[in-house]
């Protein structure tokens, strides 16, 4: 698509201080809109296509620079619902129509924000063009700092380092975990914009060879990075994908049928491993759900889960929900079952962060108002203790389905001395590519904490991944599998590990003197409308 730039005279910052600086014709940004939301799309899964992020994010900056606030919230939104309406349809497969366009409508206005945040800065940008890539970088990191954690604790789904599972950029998360990712991408896109727009001529060829400089070298370089790699023992773990009898929110009237699945998956492992057909397991890892019966409740499911884990002669990781006295409130769990004696209840995990609406209704009597079908979500509590769980052959870091997306809960299973990770997750409800999203993230959390990690799922997608980032032995979707592989343990901990929240900490902090630094430059030059004319602040 062909840009239209600005007047040769405003090319040079200073020039043509007569006229101000116009923006795109509004079509023109709209369409740039639209494209920047498809680019940002089809750079993630099942998409894959990495290399569209940092496009992404130069056009939508293209989009909305010098336009009036409101246009330029408004163009971001409108990249932000072509972007997650199509990423988060499978949440309409298990929820309805109604949360869906809620979800999505939530997050594409985060993009807003950044699409406002890009308008508000354009005269900084104006002044010193090779700002471009620092800002970009800025607001996209602070734009999903913000949607990490709001409202009810945030969605960290579809953030720019999640899209970057086969580019050198996924080394940078062992350095700052998934905001350096963030940020580097969307620096990769300010310097690409910034190299777009101007006009060419022998006096720009030099800033335009910079340019791409940066843009390669933010998007290449990071591949000469060394990465933390554990290089103690190692150990044999089994995964269990045993599927469910059909896709589909019934799928938990077939309780029994999960468990059963699961169950004879791990006794046919015992059978192979007796006829010296396969590696005798240290450890069974079981997806979340994968008992929906509480067999600390139900003798029935309790003695199922025991016949496995006796036959197989090693702790299995079950996925459980676990009941309360109080009617209604429940746990997600994983706990560890060894042979012989059982649940060990010293070994297990609560997990943490429970998705709103999904696993509980927060300001459940005003979304009755909404919906009849609140009553069905049942009241998930959460845990207080990350999930560190050891097994006698490794220490577990478990996370539980979505919680893979959120950097602290991830981060404090290796700060509290897990050896490997594991994400027990549940995708019956959803679809393949929700399952790849996820994997994407594993990914990720693989490399910023120098771990080798692991993915279950009850229909899949399950395997394998190493520190660095690799993908080995992974499954179909929708499909029984049993897979086996030896996993090495510990490792140093990544400076990621050791930095925590801070490098993310540091970029917002820069975002906000950024916002605020562009005061007196607004203040000079006022606003520009969509027709290219100078208006007051006021209006």
Known sequence: ?????????????????????????????????????????????????????????????????????????????????????????????????????????????????????????????????????????????????????????????GRLAFSQGDAPTLRLAAYGGAPLVTFAVAAAGGALVALAWRRWSPRTLLPAVGFAAVTGLLLAAPAALPLTVPGGDATTVAIVQGNVPRLGLDFNAQRRAVLDNHVNATRALASEVAAGRQKQPGLVVWPENSSDIDPLQNADAAALIQSAADAIKAPILVGTLQRTEVPGDIYNVGILWRPGTGPDHAQQYEKRHPVPFAEYMPLRSVARLVSDKVDLVRNMLGGDEPGVVDTGAAVLGDVICFEVA??????????????????????????????????????????????????????????????????????????????????????????????????????????????????????????????????????
């Open 1 to 157: 698509m062909e840009m239209t730039l600005p007047p040769p005279a405003l090319a040079d910052p200073g020039a043509g201080a007569d006229r101000p600086p116009r923006p795109l014709r509004l079509p023109v940004a709209v369409a740039l809109a639209v494209a920047a939301g498809a680019a940002l799309l089809l750079a993630l899964p099942p998409y894959d296509l990495w290399w569209l992020s940092p496009v992404g994010v130069a056009l939508l900056a293209a989009a909305v620079h010098r336009r009036r606030l409101r246009a330029g919230f408004g163009l971001g939104v409108l990249a932000g619902v072509v972007l997650f309406f199509p990423m988060l349809e499978w949440t309409r497969i298990a929820a309805g129509w109604l949360p869906w366009t809620l979800l999505a409508g939530l997050q594409a206005l985060y993009v807003g924000l950044a699409g406002l945040a890009g308008s508000w800065l354009s005269p900084l940008v104006d002044r010193w063009r090779a700002l471009w890539p620092l800002l970009a970088g800025l607001i996209w990191t602070t734009s999903e700092f913000l949607r990490d954690r709001t409202p009810f604790g945030g969605f960290p789904w």
């Open 406 to 539: 959120y950097d602290g809960i991830v981060r404090d299973v290796v700060t509290g001395g897990a050896q490997i990770l594991a994400v027990q997750t549940n995708n019956a409800t959803f679809n393949e590519a929700e399952a790849r999203q996820q994997l994407a993230m594993v990914r990720l959390r693989a490399v910023e904490h120098g771990r080798e990690a692991l993915m279950v799922s009850t229909v899949g997608v399950s395997g394998f991944v190493d520190a660095k980032g690799g993908v080995h032995d992974s499954t179909g979707f929708n499909t029984a599998a049993v897979v086996v592989r030896d996993m090495n343990l510990d490792g140093p901990r990544t400076l990621a590990t050791r930095s925590g929240a801070r490098p993310e900490t540091v970029i917002v902090f820069g975002t906000v003197v950024a916002l605020v630094g562009v005061l007196p430059l607004r203040r000079r030059r006022g606003t520009i409308n969509s027709d290219g004319v100078q208006v007051s602040e006021e209006r």
